[in-house]
């Protein structure tokens, strides 16, 4: 069945580029010309897990704490997910929602070493994107993970890393080719 559908894709493919080589009058330069068709089938996402943006996320509705959370997500080839635009946030809220039917506080890749030192994905990307409820993070001697899905808002707030939540994991997606 899995190589069925292998043939069906790059059948879809080459009649895609076909196409596209036949209407399109630039002159393209070899491995550059990856259309949004190319990009969205090439690329997948293990089973279990949900594909956005390049990155495929998977909800762990188990109670840990936030290292062991980490540890669950490196098991499974990831960490915890770190969250870099609004849209992307609210994605996973989504994932999450689709999935419990409410919006559980859940652990999020986002810490911080000690007291004034900058918050940090787990996985090591730029902490460019935040959505802090008002106030937050506080209690930095104390507080040093992150939760999203907090208040009626459903932002994030700093929380002691030993509490046990839910947590969503991310990895980024495998290509086909």
Same mark, same amino acid.
Request: proline share 5%; aromatic share 12%.
């Given at each position: 069945m899995k190589l069925l559908m292998l !043939?069906?894709?790059?059948?879809?493919?080459a009649l895609t580029r076909a196409a596209e080589k036949?209407?399109?009058?630039?002159?393209?330069?070899?491995?550059?010309?990856?259309s949004q068709l190319e990009n969205s089938f090439l690329w997948w996402c293990s089973s279990g897990?949900?594909? *956005?943006?390049?990155?495929?996320?998977? /909800?762990?509705?188990?109670r840990l704490t936030w290292a062991d959370a980490e540890k669950? !997500?490196?098991?499974m080839g990831g960490h915890l997910a770190s969250l870099r635009n609004k849209e992307e946030y609210l994605w996973v809220q989504h994932l999450i929602h689709t999935q419990t039917n409410s919006y559980p506080a859940t652990w999020i890749g986002a810490s911080t070493l000690e007291k004034d030192t900058p918050w940090f994905w787990s996985d090591g990307t730029s902490f460019t994107f935040t959505f802090w409820?008002?106030?937050?993070p506080? /209690?930095?001697?104390i507080q040093r993970c992150a939760q999203m899905n *907090?208040?009626?808002?459903? !932002?994030?707030?700093?929380v002691q890393c030993e509490g046990q939540r839910p947590s969503v994991c991310a990895k980024e997606s495998k290509f086909l080719g």
């Open positions: !043939c069906a894709l790059l059948c879809v493919l036949g209407t399109n009058k630039q002159v393209q330069q070899p491995d550059k010309d990856v897990w949900s594909k *956005y943006g390049g990155r495929c996320f998977h /909800f762990v509705p188990h669950n !997500c490196r098991s409820c008002r106030g937050q506080d /209690f930095p001697e *907090y208040s009626e808002i459903r !932002c994030w707030d700093s």
